[in-house]
């Protein structure tokens, strides 16, 4: 089963911005054994999207489309779609009715004639429905080909394809089964890994590949399997799984689904364990609060952080003693440590994560190498510092530091 | 002059990687007057790319394809290029010299065969010396197209645009210019904009175009023109620019270049007024500190934040009266104005922002309505809070809220 993605919207081809929903997309449809043989992105144009949706009905049998379905008078997807399948639009009143009951509670402004226009919808098509958005999703099927148009907002289209487009694409057409197995592994790099799996690797059954999901310095690796014995699909899977456990078992976090993010997971234990969070943050700037706050429920024991940006802050605020940075600079194993514990003591928690470092692109007030951090934790019983190299460019350095934190903070708990 | 991007690998066909090289390379094309208009991700697969190809030189005087030029067997573009110009490989002795200067110095291992393989290129080819690794990037001319071929590495790829491929094009073609003038909005959507420009929007001319983009409550509007004429392009442009003004004075955040995110015009503004910043969070978890310290040079203006998640906290730690917690309740103006307050005494900021809210999925501590969240701001002159609806999604209610939050002390920044 073969489809094919096409984003409409020129902000991807003028390079404003990068498109994640056909990654987004890709990913799904493999996860439920749909292959994608092509992503094109083109513009806001009739001829073009006409052209486009013609050659890819050459050998997709599910062509999705994204993009183009907005109010705006440059977006003119819905208008060629009509063209395309020789159809017209008509109301549907139940999208209208969508629409003036989002103004009613979100807006707050009345509904005007540009929106109700998003209520026009072609007659062939069958409409999906956006929960969060005016612009419904549409379905239509030709020439044993089924194309899905969807608006281009990232979590309209997300919500669009949990709740309507996958499960609509599973009943349509007859699927091998496709079974992942996810591991969470953390300090090790992707090679390295590769070298201990790879004689077990070389013996893997054709029917599991192993994928390695790099990100910022975790790697996810997913077991897939397809066939149509789902039994004996799962069995041969759990096989591998109990094969390679062995090899990497020093470096798993967990084995939770693959969409399941580590500042999930930690939530999960740190609610099991009745036990509540603060952190201290430097070069993170705050983005290991909000990813720590990300997850609904995160209250129930996060306590709260505090960003001390300038060396004053750690200093006056965050009781950091002026000696300890003198002697060993604000990017040290010492201040990490002395963050950690204030953080503690401050927000009385029982555990607390601190990063110091320098993120660049410039050295700071410390002689610290660009992505040089520290990134200490405080527990009941002890505190301690890990010092890290995270590369050069700041929005890296950053973003690993933060996961850095998490899986030191996931591993102290669990392993407990 | 019109380019296509071809992408060749499966990383980006099953969500594995998100395509950035090809908006990088949109960007840094259309900087020069080159409008791509397609980008094309196929799988490394012979047929699929020669089709590609083809279909590409219809209508691109420029094709830049990137990646399938490893080492490894699944990488077979440069073959394939060899098939599609009727060429063969030879060895070329600079790129040979260089890999092995490469493997002296960096990798200290002994060259392989699969590594001198990457010193033989197709002989129609002019090379283009990849400075940080071992695939050269290549040159075709055929009919009048153009041809390039890069490594899908984003760090040797921009190297080679940078130095090799965007130089050689100025000189190869003659463009014309492309302008852009970007205005950032606030506190309206894209619709209700559409609405107030739609008479405007009728009357542009041909070679002016406008692109609405919306980012979390906050729209941009793109101005773009093309023509020989730089001035005359400009000129017309900036008429346009005036036309539209007064139509949304009111909503204007500012008419930073479209690159420019809110956080750097913000940054620039806090520094040239010599001023600084600290901000107290609650519903937004840190991610306000985060927008704020996600340029550069950010700790010349931000002194620090505190994200006071528990009520405790923010009695405690952040001396919020319990009075008005008990009073107010602990999202409300009141509490988001002392909590404003307490940030600038705490941090020795001029200027501090808050956010109190729920951000949900369900009602906290307080009985405020899931989405509800107000902003605060403290100057040396005055406080004040403003109440938002964000919505019902939690992780659009944070984001919303940091750009609010953002607007809110950029406009006071900027309009005293």
């Known amino acids: 089963m073969i489809a094919e993605i096409i984003t409409i919207g020129d902000e991807i081809l003028i390079g404003q911005i990068v498109d994640t929903n056909s990654a987004y997309i890709a990913k799904e449809l493999n996860k439920i054994g749909v292959s994608v043989h092509q992503i094109t992105s083109i513009e806001d144009e009739k001829d073009h999207i006409l052209e ?7 050998t997709a049998n599910v062509v999705i489309i994204t993009g183009g379905l907005g109010p705006t008078n440059d977006d003119v997807t819905k208008r060629t779609l009509c063209e395309y399948f020789e159809d017209q639009l008509i109301l549907n009143s139940d999208v209208l009715e969508h629409i003036e009951e989002i103004f009613k509670r ?14 026009m919808v072609p007659s062939k098509a069958a409409v999906l429905h956006n929960k969060y958005g005016t612009a419904p999703g549409l379905w239509f099927k030709k020439d044993e080909v089924v194309y899905i148009a969807m608006p281009g907002v990232p979590f309209e289209m997300k919500a669009l394809m949990e709740i ?16 992942h197995k996810t591991i969470r592994t953390y300090g090790l790099g992707e090679s390295a890994i590769a070298l201990r799996l790879e004689e077990w690797e070389r013996n893997l059954p054709h029917h599991i590949k192993l994928a390695y999901l790099p990100n910022f310095g975790m790697v996810r690796l997913r077991l897939s399997g397809k066939g149509y014995d789902e039994g004996e699909l799962k069995t041969s899977i759990e096989l591998e799984f109990e094969k390679i456990y062995p090899l990497l078992k020093d470096i798993i976090a967990d084995t939770a689904g ?13 609610i099991d364990k009745k036990s509540t969070l603060a952190v201290a943050e430097s070069c993170t700037g705050g983005l290991l609060a909000a990813e720590i706050t990300s997850n609904a429920g995160s209250s129930q024991f996060f306590k709260g952080g505090m960003v001390s940006y300038a060396t004053q802050v750690k200093e006056e605020v965050l009781k950091v003693s002026k000696a300890t940075v003198k002697k060993y600079s604000v990017v040290s194993r010492q201040v990490a440590e002395e963050m950690a514990v204030s953080a503690r003591q401050l927000f009385k928690s029982d555990y607390a994560i601190s990063t110091t470092g320098n993120a660049g692109p410039e050295k700071g007030e410390s002689d610290a190498e660009v992505g040089t951090v520290y990134i ?19 929005e890296q350095v950053v973003k690993k530091a ?3 934190a998490l899986e030191m903070i996931y591993k102290e708990l669990v392993t407990r």
Do not use: C, M
């Open 52 to 58: 486009s949706l013609k050659n890819a009905s050459n």
């Open 106 to 119: 979100i807006k707050h402004t009345p509904i005007s004639n540009l929106n109700r226009e998003q209520a």
């Open 164 to 179: 309507e487009v996958l499960p609509k694409l599973k009943k349509e057409f007859d699927r091998p089964f496709i079974h």
């Open 258 to 270: 693959e969409d399941e993010e580590l500042s999930l997971s930690l939530q999960n234990a740190f």
């Open 402 to 404: 933060v996961n850095k």
């Open 376 to 394: 200490g934790i405080a527990t009941p019983e002890k505190v301690y510092a890990e010092k890290f190299e995270l590369g050069k460019r700041r």
